[in-house]
């Protein structure tokens, strides 16, 4: 649908620590992604950019004001209804995670089946599939320790891409790579979000893929500044 809003905050303001140690991480963020295309947040390190993508993922709670996931009011939200969310977001960190002991496939069937009740055919077909879009088809029953480090942040990708979910969230995904596979991982997640209108929200320090970003949201001090 054009036009829809994914992610939408609100005066959000967020605290980390008590008493004394209490500090304000977060001041009044307002955003809007719309559906597609991908947005580059960035900031000099402690900017809150992790924190933000963390709220936004909702893997810790909204303390104040207000943050919309799909429709959805993260503050006050119940596990159930947080936990069913997650399942519709894509995550890429970092470093790959990938489980050393399973091939490529095996780690890209789990993304497949953080939804509870797909079946191992269907993964491993959504798997092989996900691993033909990055490039892979013919690694998919490699180790990660046979892979290159592009290789291995591509097979994340297609982890974080098998169940088709709404908006993906990357935190510094292209850090650990050299200028080409950090391109090519960039170019791949901007091509598979036009494919299928997925919203991809990026934290990075890389000044070699902003010019690749449909936007570019600046975080300073916990605010954002452009
Ligand atoms: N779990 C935590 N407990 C206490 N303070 C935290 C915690 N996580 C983050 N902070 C603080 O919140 C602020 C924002 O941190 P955040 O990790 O979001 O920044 P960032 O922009 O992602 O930094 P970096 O680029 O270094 O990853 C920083 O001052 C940080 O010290």
């Known amino acids: 649908m054009d036009g829809e809003i994914i992610v939408e905050a609100r005066g959000l303001n967020h605290w980390f620590g008590a008493g004394e140690a209490r500090k304000q991480a977060l001041f009044d963020i307002d955003l809007a992604l719309p559906r597609g295309g991908l947005t580059a947040l960035i900031g000099p390190s402690g900017s809150g950019k992790t924190t933000v993508l963390t709220l936004i993922g909702c893997l810790r709670a909204v303390q104040d004001g207000s943050l919309r996931l799909m429709g959805h009011e993260l503050r006050g939200a119940g596990e159930a209804e947080l936990?069913?969310?997650?399942?519709?977001?894509?995550?890429?960190?970092?470093?790959?995670?990938?489980?050393?002991?399973?091939?490529?496939?095996?780690?890209?069937?789990?993304?497949?089946?953080?939804?509870?009740?797909?079946p191992d055919d269907l993964a491993s077909r959504a798997a092989t599939r996900a691993l033909g879009l990055v490039g892979l088809s013919d690694r998919a029953d490699y180790l990660p320790a046979n892979l290159s480090g592009g290789q291995k942040q591509r097979v994340a990708v297609a982890r974080a891409l098998v169940g088709a979910p709404a908006l993906v969230l990357a935190d510094e995904p292209t850090a650990a790579l050299d200028r080409d596979s950090a391109g090519e991982v960039v170019d791949l997640l901007k091509r598979l979000g036009r494919r299928r209108a997925t919203t991809t929200l990026l934290v990075t320090h890389d000044n070699r893929i902003l010019d690749r970003a449909d936007r570019i949201l600046t975080l300073e001090d916990g605010r954002i500044v452009s």
Request: proline residues 3%; positive net charge.
């Open 83 to 118: 936990t069913a969310l997650r399942r519709r977001l894509g995550f890429i960190f970092q470093s790959h995670n990938l489980h050393e002991s399973l091939t490529a496939r095996q780690n890209v069937m789990m993304g497949a089946q953080v939804r509870p009740g797909v």
